[in-house]
């Protein structure tokens, strides 16, 4: 009788099958982000390759070109025309590139594709990266179990052509994943572990949903919002705690809760206690299995009393990210909770030529922002600066006033 191994193994070859790559050596990789801009895109595709050049900066990596081209649509067979492929070859040839990560999800089919023209480097897509990423920060079991999940979801379809992706022992980024080094893989093997892994996932939220249970009667807010937009540092001011705090996308995976007492607005020396979580950031494109497999994290969202929806203002797509959060809330079940909007990094907000604030003022005061369309067409809505500590008073009043006046509607 055979033996299967573990889909430990399999994730592990996956995503990082290079056995002589020594744990104490760091190599800084190189990459080129590619993307094809369609009619129907929402998003303006340079936007959308800055995003994506940050998660690549995220990953450890250095982008050192960005490739575009317009198209109808992607080409089914390689993603992009054979003129533009072959530039990218030449290019990647030419300056010894580890990475070519496309904007949107490649099919298996388009991967070996690509790899057949572009040998000897590896080529990711954006849910590839992320994928990554996650893997790179996720700390405790729970986040450990939901990205092992996401991976093994991904991975399933990709089997096929694993033995030739393999043979060529390549690693670093877009590699990483759990397990040990030697692998042989089955797809039944596979689904058996993502049934297990959901099964374990149910067990953990059944948990969280008894601590949850046990909340009953206390106020609950949760901190939502795009990636790196500053809900971690947020958090840290209204709760006096330390979160990590760091200026990559997704350095919070796990549904961070701390409690909370802000100061009654009516009745002096009286407080208001309450439980605050943070939750992980969303992005555009954010693969759906990723979202499957953190809704237990996200329960803390789908639960709460009132929604703390962070946006980072300096941002000139913050329309777009707010959409986007606006979107996946609606995906988890939350879109109908209470929502206070709290425009962040004020100090660092720049004009455009096209904007509607204050045309020609050097700087904008929290007062102009108030009275700016954005105050008027989004409401209740509180501008801050939590870097430098301006108008947190006012946010912490708003967010007692909301909490109370639903107390008093109940």
Avoid at 130 to 152: G, H, M, P, R, Y
Avoid at 207 to 235: E, H, P, W
């Amino acid at each position: 009788m055979i033996e299967l191994p573990s889909t430990h193994l399999i994730l592990h070859h996956y995503f990082n099958p290079n056995p002589t790559l020594h744990t104490n050596e760091i190599k800084i990789e190189s990459a080129i982000v590619v993307g094809v801009n369609t009619p129907k895109q929402t998003v303006p595709i340079d936007e959308s390759l800055a995003e994506l050049e940050q998660l690549v900066f995220t990953s450890g990596a250095i982008s050192k070109k960005r490739f575009i081209q317009n198209l109808e649509h992607p080409q089914p067979k390689t993603y992009v025309g054979k003129g533009k492929l072959e530039e990218i070859k030449q290019y990647v040839l030419k300056n010894n590139i580890d990475l070519v990560i496309f904007d949107d999800e490649l099919t298996p089919a388009q991967v070996r594709n690509i790899e057949t023209e572009i040998e000897n480097t590896k080529i990711l897509s954006r849910t590839h990266l992320i994928l990554d990423i996650f893997a790179t920060n996720a700390k405790t079991a729970q986040a450990k179990t939901q990205v092992e999940l996401a991976q093994s979801i991904f991975m399933l379809p990709r089997l096929t052509g694993l033995w030739t992706h393999l043979s060529k022992q390549k690693g670093g980024i877009g590699m990483k994943g759990p397990g040990e080094k030697e692998i042989e893989t089955d797809r039944r093997v596979l689904r058996d572990k993502i049934a297990l892994l959901k099964t374990k996932l149910q067990d953990i939220e059944k948990i969280g949903y008894t601590q949850r249970k046990s909340r009953d009667g206390v106020f609950r807010c949760a901190l939502v919002g795009y990636t790196n937009v500053g809900k971690s540092t947020v958090m840290n001011l209204l709760s006096r705690s330390d979160v990590l705090v760091e200026n990559k996308l997704f350095a919070t995976l796990d549904a961070t809760v701390r409690k909370v007492v802000l100061p009654h607005p009516e009745d002096i020396g009286a407080m208001v206690p309450l439980l605050l979580s943070d939750t992980v950031g969303f992005i555009r494109k954010l693969p759906t299995l990723l979202i499957e497999s953190f809704k237990s994290t996200l329960a803390e969202a789908m639960e709460t009393d009132l929604l703390i929806h962070v946006v980072d203002i300096s941002n000139p797509a913050f329309e777009q990210q707010m959409m986007s959060v606006k979107e996946i809330l609606h995906e988890i079940g939350a879109s109908n909770k209470p929502e206070l909007i709290v425009f962040n990094k004020i100090d660092a907000f720049k004009e455009s030529d096209d904007d509607d604030f204050f045309v020609g003022s050097t700087g904008l005061t929290i007062e102009q922002f108030e009275k700016s369309w954005i105050a008027k067409e989004i409401a209740p809505a509180v501008f801050i600066s939590a870097t430098n500590n301006s108008n947190i008073e006012k946010l912490r009043a708003t967010i007692v006033e909301m909490l109370l006046k639903q107390k008093m509607a109940r």
